[in-house]
DNA sequence: CCAATTGTTATTTA
DNA sequence: ATAAATAACAATTG
């Protein structure tokens, strides 16, 4: 499930290795989808006998940079089945694992079934393009009440819905948090970006943040998210609104399903 | 066999 | 030219 917080805390596992040199890079499937553009060999020439420098994350973009100044770049995304696992040094591999770097004390491994995720490798002492062409995270100065007004100002035909999973402006935000921040924002998924009041903006915007601080602070402690949240009631049928106990809706918006509360959030 | 799936991107439509 | 909708990608599950 990799939205946001969860694609911090897959970054955060295979950080274990941060120091640790890379012994082999095994490459199964090379004919994954996961693969599409990216060269082999220079992935396998590249990290092989290299340490692991550091990692990063922006939305659900992922860099794990190796060598000693980090000049190395392995760039992951998980699509929408993709995880990123600890195994034991010897651990030989499942289907649908693709990456596996092998270190002396574990294993670091990509998997993906659906193969919509992504393996992206650079060798550069500057920022690779498609790193620094990132919007910037949801939890940064740069993403501001100003850069929200303008985004629902050129994009004013568009669903909210649609809005807040566009990766340019809410990089990290996936169905599930799109969900919850409209639900606690009180604003219909179907109301369109341009149809907002300054005062809903204003909501909207601080809504975004709250929702990606508190994911990030819930998995950075490791525990569930509380049962007053939406997460926990939009995907079973009969669901009810953990505010106001009305039945939750669901439909297709912006051809992604959708849940809400009629109740807390009106059409209008 | 059909529909659905927590994502992105190329193509089509308006 | 823009922006929004749709199809496609690949695999599994009910």
Not at 143 to 163: D, H, I, M, N, Q
Not at 242 to 265: D, E, K, N, Y
Request: proline content about 6%; hydrophobic content about 35%; charged content about 25%.
């Amino acid at each position: 499930m990799p939205e946001l917080a969860e694609v911090e805390r897959s970054r955060r596992l295979w950080d274990a290795g941060r120091g640790a040199k890379v012994l082999e890079v095994v490459l199964r499937n090379r004919k994954s989808h996961v693969f599409r553009g990216t060269d082999l060999p220079s992935v396998a020439r590249g990290i092989t006998g290299q340490p692991l420098f550091g990692s990063e994350v922006v939305g659900k973009q992922m860099v794990f940079r190796f060598g000693k100044r980090g000049q190395r770049w392995l760039g992951l995304h998980l699509g929408m089945t993709g995880e990123l696992r600890i195994e034991a040094p010897t651990y030989p591999f499942l289907k649908y694992d693709h990456l596996i770097l092998r270190q002396s004390k574990r294993s670091l491994v990509f998997a993906d079934t659906r193969q919509f995720g992504r393996v992206l490798f650079a060798e550069t002492d500057t920022v690779p393009n498609w790193w620094a062409k990132l919007p910037p995270s949801i939890l940064s100065k740069e993403f501001t009440r100003s850069a929200v007004a303008e985004f629902c100002y050129r994009r004013k035909g568009s669903p909210l819905k649609g809005l807040l999973l566009m990766q340019e402006r809410f990089p990290g935000i996936g169905n599930w948090m799109a969900d919850e921040i409209l639900w606690r924002a009180r604003l219909n998924p179907q109301r369109l970006a341009g149809s907002l009041s300054p005062a809903e903006v204003t909501a909207l915007y601080r809504t975004t943040r709250n929702v990606c601080n508190k994911a990030m602070q819930i998995v950075g402690e490791d525990r569930d998210f509380p049962n007053t949240w939406l997460i926990h009631h939009r995907w079973t049928d009969g669901g009810k609104c953990p505010r106001c106990h009305t039945s939750l809706v669901r439909a297709l918006i912006s051809g992604r399903r959708t849940c809400w509360c009629p109740q807390c959030q009106p059409a209008r």
